[in-house]
């Protein structure tokens, strides 16, 4: 299965506009960590799954998304109620109570990428206001198979960044 995984395009529509233009039949699932700032009723919502962010204000948003397939269960919500920005504790007691493979979030702004007890957490940064030591527009694809998880972070330009290329076994 292949995911991508955006966040934080803070009102940018037309980025949305263009990975959608990108993706649409070359991934599985898109997915969207919060801070759109666009409307619930939005037609870009046709393609991506949403969560709402702490500058989303429609209560339609859903604070957290939990996605079954055959292959993952994948837990989103943005993070500012899970205090990411403090560590990944909160965060990862949810995902363990609905058995996660995956979690994506957002909310700070900066990249993030780590396996711990074969769960991935994944923030695909801010596609629009970067923070932190890697200052890059970016998301992120994952590509999950049943033996890894395959990570590549790409720039707003759609090319790769291959310092940002990530691969964990699953156990």
Not at 56 to 82: C, Q, R, W
Request: proline share 4%; net charge negative.
């Amino acid at each position: 299965m292949k995911y991508l995984v955006v966040s934080d395009n803070h009102g940018d529509r037309e980025v949305l506009v263009d990975l959608v233009e990108t993706y649409r039949g070359n991934v599985d699932k898109m997915f969207h960590c919060g801070d759109s700032e666009l409307e619930p009723t939005d037609v870009l919502w046709n393609e991506f799954i949403v969560v709402k962010g702490n500058c989303d204000y429609d209560s339609d948003f859903p604070e957290t998304i939990v996605e079954k397939n055959g292959l993952d269960t994948i837990f989103m919500t943005h993070g500012h109620l899970a205090n990411v920005r403090f560590g990944l504790d909160r965060i990862a007691l949810q995902a363990a109570e609905v058995k996660a493979t995956i979690v994506l979030f957002g909310h700070t702004h900066e990249i993030g990428c780590e396996v711990h007890a074969n769960v991935l957490y994944l923030n695909p940064g801010s596609i629009s206001q970067p923070r932190g030591p890697i200052q890059l527009k970016s998301y992120a694809v994952i590509e999950s198979t049943k033996d890894e998880f395959i990570i590549q972070y790409y720039g707003r330009d759609h090319k790769p960044v291959k310092e940002l290329h990530f691969r964990f076994e699953k156990h």
